[in-house]
């Protein structure tokens, strides 16, 4: 039987806009020559969420976009640039 959990990673797992978003952060994570370690030191995230961000397996929340951001060193809207 489904249930909605299910029903919620079915839809997150195959959502587009977050796979293009764990590519542009992974993108920017090795342009920075850092490591998911190094990425979620620097934006108090655990390494296994980052790796999560770049498969596209996570729905980030405001606050952890801002974290996110914030380890990269740029803004939240570069952040999120040519994400459609």
Same mark, same amino acid.
């Given at each position: 039987m489904a249930t909605w959990s299910n029903y919620y990673f079915v839809i997150v797992a195959t959502n587009p806009h977050l796979k293009q978003f764990g590519t542009?952060?992974?993108?920017?994570?090795?342009?920075?020559?850092?490591? &998911? #370690? &190094?990425?979620?030191?620097?934006?108090?995230?655990?390494?296994?969420?980052?790796?999560?961000? #770049?498969r596209g397996e996570r729905n980030l929340s405001f606050l952890n976009i801002l974290r996110l951001a914030k380890g990269l060193g740029i803004s939240p809207s570069e952040l999120l640039e040519n994400i459609s």
């Open positions: 542009r952060v992974r993108s920017l994570r090795k342009e920075r020559g850092l490591s &998911q #370690e &190094q990425l979620g030191e620097l934006s108090q995230l655990h390494r296994n969420y980052i790796g999560g961000i #770049e």
